[in-house]
């Protein structure tokens, strides 16, 4: 049976992602911080793991391992407690991918698959990105990320490690937290907001489609050295998410028209910029190379998605 080492197995991918390699036959085991977590996955076999760094013992997690599915990273936090944020992020996002790569090639791991994100490209799109585009990433978080993979690629260079890198846009299902938490928190009270002129394009995968992806990179042959792109298929705007998120929970969607030019004034205003160009702006992704290349396809579109997340959040859990 092939061995499977998680990283991030107990957050909100990880907790999708591992029932799917258990029933698809294989060994699941999670580098955790604490053996008594409450949120690892039933069979899936816990191994003690400190904090993620360019120095953290990998020896007896990648112990009899074949494959490596690096989900664990440092994300946005709302209140910041470092005060060198970008020192932080490279630390875990780069330099500790760098660190896991170079043991994984020693130990003769198989494949290792990275958890990137659409956010190395930049934090708006004029067209779909595609993965022959340049990265911009604009925040610590995109340009650690893409420094991870620039390590990655660096280390299989010399060594021969095969890895798989995967640009996911906004992960979104049953469990999320962040943006997706609060949206529904949000369409929840049905507040009127001024977003029913904003035609913008966003791409989105659910949990499961994305836990899929991963599963078939992991499988396929083919998926050797290789970046991708992946989505639910389906992009939306802002007041057509609201509109799907506020249907699912059964509420209304009260949306009045403001002009975007005064929304975007309004973010400056209040120091908000980035937070206005994230509802305001489009930030696509073209998975045409995945699904060409490997035959993936998504399972859920965006709609079943949603409303299968706002049961889900009505359900109390």
Request: proline residues 7%; contains cysteine.
């Amino acid at each position: 049976m092939t061995r499977v080492l998680v990283t991030g197995a107990t957050g909100f991918v990880g907790n999708a992602l591992c029932p799917e390699l258990l029933g698809a036959g294989y060994d699941v085991r999670a580098a955790v911080r604490r053996l008594d977590h409450p949120d690892i996955p039933e069979g899936v076999e816990p191994c003690l793991v400190p904090e993620i760094g360019p120095d953290t013992d990998w020896a007896e997690a990648l112990t009899d391992t074949q494959a490596v599915i690096h989900l664990a990273a440092r994300v946005h936090i709302l209140e910041e407690w470092s005060k060198e944020p970008e020192a932080e992020f490279n630390r875990t996002n780069a330099q500790g991918t760098a660190h896991l790569a170079a043991a994984a090639a020693t130990t003769g791991v198989g494949r290792l698959i990275y958890l990137s994100t659409i956010k190395v490209m930049g934090e708006s799109s004029t067209t779909p990105f595609q993965e022959t585009d340049t990265p911009a990433p604009e925040d610590p978080y995109g340009m650690s990320k893409l420094a991870g993979e620039q390590a990655l690629a660096e280390i299989a260079g010399k060594t021969g490690l095969d890895y798989v890198v995967l640009r996911p846009p906004l992960v979104y299902g049953p469990g999320a937290k962040g943006t997706p938490l609060s949206l529904m928190k949000i369409c929840q009270v049905a507040p009127p907001l001024p977003f029913a002129s904003v035609d913008n394009h966003r791409s989105l995968i659910h949990v499961g489609n994305l836990s899929d992806a991963i599963l078939c990179c992991l499988e396929a042959a083919k998926a050797a050295g290789q970046t991708y792109f992946v989505r639910d298929g389906d992009d939306v705007s802002t007041p057509s998410l609201i509109r799907h998120v506020a249907a699912g929970l059964g509420r209304p969607a009260r949306l009045f028209s403001v002009p975007v030019g005064l929304l975007r004034l309004g973010g400056r205003i209040l120091g908000k910029s980035l937070a206005a160009s994230r509802v305001l702006g489009s930030l696509q992704s073209n998975d045409a190379k995945i699904r060409r290349e490997l035959g993936w396809k998504p399972r859920t579109n965006v709609v079943q998605g949603l409303n299968e997340m706002a049961a889900w959040f009505t359900s109390g859990k």
